[in-house]
């Protein structure tokens, strides 16, 4: 199907269950149980998966076909946000022109810093995508101010002069993004028993085009142009040797990977209109490549696994507080509730970042393919218990 | 070359896919029959607390968090009632707001606006919050007003001093009764006149973003005012940790009184830098070179130890003050927790005693209502003597405090002295003035 | 003129504290090969042994004062720490008022050893992987240091100051007949880091287990194939780096108030130091740490400023390219180094 072998086709379609059923699978407890806060099913945070997941699909072309380390991908997500919010303030609330501008300009972006950056390779090109990120974010954030807003974010306010668009609605507020009328922040909420899911237009928006740039993503590692990228990595001087020049290879890779970025960010101020210069700091451009590598380098699923992880953790984890955990042992006697909560306590809440840290050790020393790596372990595991052989012939590689 | 061709079949493909997904959401409607945004209709009411507890503010976020816990505690009937005891206005009962208990969650704003918002989103779409508060720096507030003003919650600041937030950027459904640039100017200005004279050359350091922009304006200009002379006016970068290079040169600019308008961490080392090269004993034009650092922090301040010694600043409010209200928030905080409390956790903890009393005023939760109550609010009672929540841009307008760092302190917590109460007729302005322009209210949103 | 000596003496002191932490992470770079980014945590647990041994010695008993009253209205407990009712009240306060120098005979041995864990408990098992796993395993160690620290002692900078008589300013330029006065700390600072720096020089060059440790950067192999344990010298010279970023953080305690995220805040400028000055090279790595910190100084003067608006905020960024595109392994980047 869409021009995939039956492999693939497989996996795109478990993604788009994945995505579209999204509310129901993120939602699994009921809304009064204990458990609830463990629930991920709300708009804003189903809409962080999956814009994140665009971010680390399109980071993983660049990194997990060419080897090319980039630690200023952010950059291009703070660009594409910034461009979209001031179409918002400039042109209209929808988001279409939005989002195509800021693939535009972040691919833009991205040429130039790729053309440059690319002239060296190995850490010496990481720290170079580092550098223009950095710079892209101190001025940002202080000297480029009329154009970001600086520390405060671009926002939208009440006197914009949109041009298709009014600068206030009648009652006075800043109207909403929308697409073509429908508004991105509506929601359907849907009762069953004890379980409410939300279904939010703008999440679908998202996902659809999660899909679409996954899609776009499998098509790439697939082509000749991907089989190329795959040889850059392996061994780019072999490559020189055969009088083929690979850097137009890599910079549209560094381009595609751009505008991927930038699709993310014009999203993310789709969503909720601001666009914030910490987006661009490397901690931003550092998160991504964790993304890439906890969910598995290389591979085609592993990046929005890695994106959803860590996003989970920062979401749900540093929300739980003592209050929450002694509502969850209360059954137990007082003596030992107050222990197990002590124990607890330190990797919750203001310390979800230490949780998050030792999960990322556990799962690079136990799973150096990262999470995919866990997966393929499970299913193998799961087809000894089965009695089948084990020698395992249809095993999904990763790309590397 | 083929690939190119095939993408863009491929990109034709998902965009009929993308076309007949979104003949699909005419279902979906705005909201539901809710007559407000997360109207609370069982015997409880969620109130959404999005503090900093992790990164550089985090144990201001710790402490803000800690009052928060006991203003819900007093709400509830727990507790000694702490200043609901001498609260001006009588319309909380101790039983939670409007008979419903009042529960609440919490989330982390890393001192990020994206992730302060993605935290407070989550706590109005998921946990059902009727009113997120917290915050510990005013690009976070702003950020985070903005988006209760769009959801239709109501947004009481924490701290937050930039001009802005009752500015250019002010929204109707938010609040703030922490103090501002202005006004630290307004009440600074007198007291180092008195103390410096009217004849000095500042120099001042800025931390290079909004706050700091318009502290260092409000500053300059009730400086000036006074007939001082501004020598220089150089923005630091945020992430600078060493500002040696920046204090180097005051050395042989002339001034004799630095202004160092930093916040947190960019104060603790700049002022320790600033010591360390021999300001504070230095004599220019035959006059003692002061420092003054125009916002404190006291759980700040405490990292630059012995540095902050005679050194002026303001702060909003200070748990030595002697007035009932702030004698009663003291001991019920220090009893429970063993510490004082901070400016933030004094600022947090009355913002959730004025939006609970405005809710019971208002019978409502409604945030129109709400917001309602609180415009033009007289209260008395919680430790800042008579206060005004203003109308026009949602500004509460109380004494100011200016302190200063003291000699021979008792106690690792007693490191600031207040010199002089400044009255909250002083630090009032008009609410078109300069500063304050270019933005509007706009009107209370519901979410309806 | 004044300003302009008194900015290069700013720089190399600023250098200095660069030069040291991207010396011992080219130590990591140059033997093992291994991209650590929990360096930046060394040089925070460095600073942190100067907060625990000043709160060590400031150890106090109390003693309820019935004339004073506390925040709370009750008798005020006084404290009067342990050393000072040992050795009486002058020693003990001079004791605890150089609890940093005494901090860096406790850093050296407690560095060693974290080094030490380091390398045999986690990184050893990272040598052959890709550098993308060691950057995330790193990271993570980096995380979790860095939340431990704050666990125990908040996240609010803590102030460790210098010994009396070393605070304070000189004046450096009574010598040339000029008015340069400077804080001594930082001067004391620049000379530490230069002693440092000329030792683990001096160590290498001049030593046989510097020599066989050169021989292993250049080429591990074959000095395996001799019949040397170079694995063993390799975990030394790791918990040599580790302790050569303690000492950098002891020492910068009094600078600037230490906090649980100074690490990561050094982090990034660390890397950019190390590569500037070619990866694998010693020498590199100082000469980039000292030239970067002086044009960073001169970056802040106001005049420049004023030709270019914020040029402070970039000015590392903008060099770090310039010499990356005109010299393509830094200043002195051997070929081959982390090039793939």
Known sequence: MFGLDNKDTRMLLVVAVLTLCAPFILNPFPTDSAMAQFNAGYPDLMQRFVIFGIFAVGFNILFGLTGYLSFGHAAFLGVGSYSAVWMFKLLSMNVVPAILLSVVISGLFALVIGFVSLRRSGIYFSILTLAFAQMSFNLAYSVLTPITNGETGLQLTLDDPRILGVSATADGSIPVTSLFGLEMRSTFEMVVGPWAFQFNAGYYLCALILLAAFYLSIRIFRSPFGMMLRAVKSNQQRMNYTGLNTKPYTLAAFVISGMYAGLAGGLMASMDPLAGAERMQWTASGEVVLMTILGGAGTLIGPVLGAGFIKYFENIFSKINDNVLHSWFSFMPDGIEDFVVFIIHPFIGKGWHLTLGILFMLVVVFLPGGLVEGGQRIAKWAKKRKGKDSATPGKTTPAE | MSKSDLSRRGVLKSGALAGTGLALPTIFTASSAAAFTNEPTGSSVTLGFNVPQTGPYADEGADELRAYQLAVEHLNGGGDGGMMNTFSSKALQGNGILGKEVKFVTGDTQTKSDAARASAKSMIEKDGAVMITGGSSSGVAIAVQGLCQEAGVIFMAGLTHSNDTTGKDKKANGFRHFFNGYMSGAALAPVLKNLYGTDRNAYHLTADYTWGWTQEESIAAATEALGWNTVNKVRTPLAATDFSSYIAPVLNSGADVLVLNHYGGNMVNSLTNAVQFGLREKVVNGKDFEIVVPLYSRLMAKGAGANVKGIHGSTNWHWSLQDEGSAAFVRSFGTKYGFPPSQAAHTVYCQTLLYADAVSRAGSFNPCAVAEALEGFEFDGLGNGKTLYRAEDHQCFKDVLVVRGKENPTSEFDLLEVVEVTPAAQVTYPADHPMFAGGALGSCNSGA | ?340
């Open chain 3, 1 to 340: 003129m004044d300003a302009i000596l008194l900015q290069i003496l700013n720089g190399l002191d600023k250098g200095s504290a660069y030069a040291l932490i991207a010396l011992g992470l080219t130590l990591i770079f140059g033997t093992l090969g291994v991209v650590n980014f929990a360096h930046g945590a060394l040089f925070m647990i460095g600073a942190f042994c100067a907060v625990t041994v000043q709160r060590l010695l400031s150890l106090s008993y109390e003693l309820v004062d019935e004339t004073q009253k506390d925040f709370l209205g009750n008798p005020l407990k006084v404290k009067t720490p342990y050393v000072e009712s040992w050795f009486g009240p002058e020693m003990g306060g001079a004791i605890i008022d150089w609890a940093v120098p005494i901090a860096i005979l406790f850093a050296i041995p407690i560095m060693i050893g974290v080094g030490y864990v380091m390398e045999r408990g986690l990184i050893k098992h990272f040598y052959k992987r890709p550098h993308a796993d060691q950057i995330l395993v790193t990271f993570g160690l980096a995380i979790v240091l860095q939340e431990v620290i704050k666990y125990f002692y908040g996240a609010n900078p803590i102030q460790t100051p210098s010994p009396q008589a070393l605070s304070g300013v000189a004046n450096v330029g009574a010598l040339f007949g000029m008015d340069i006065v400077y804080p001594v700390w930082r001067i004391v600072y620049f000379f530490f880091s230069v002693v440092i720096i000329g030792g683990i020089f001096s160590f290498l060059q001049f030593t046989t287990f510097g020599m066989v440790v050169r021989a292993g950067m250049a080429d591990r192999e074959t000095v395996g194939l001799l019949g040397i344990n170079i694995d063993r010298r390799f975990t030394i010279m790791f918990g040599i780096a580790a302790a050569v970023a303690g000492l950098a953080g002891v020492m910068y305690t009094p600078i600037n108030s230490p906090n649980y995220h100074m690490g990561m805040d050094f982090l990034v400028l660390s890397f950019v130091v190390v590569v500037v000055g070619g990866m694998g090279s010693l020498p590199g790595a100082v000469l980039a740490g000292f030239l970067l910190g002086i044009l960073e100084s001169f970056a802040s003067m106001n005049e420049i400023k004023s030709i270019l608006p914020g040029i402070d905020q970039i000015i590392i960024y903008v060099v770090a390219i310039i010499i990356l595109l005109t010299r393509p392994r830094g200043l002195m980047g051997r070929k081959g180094v982390m090039e793939e």
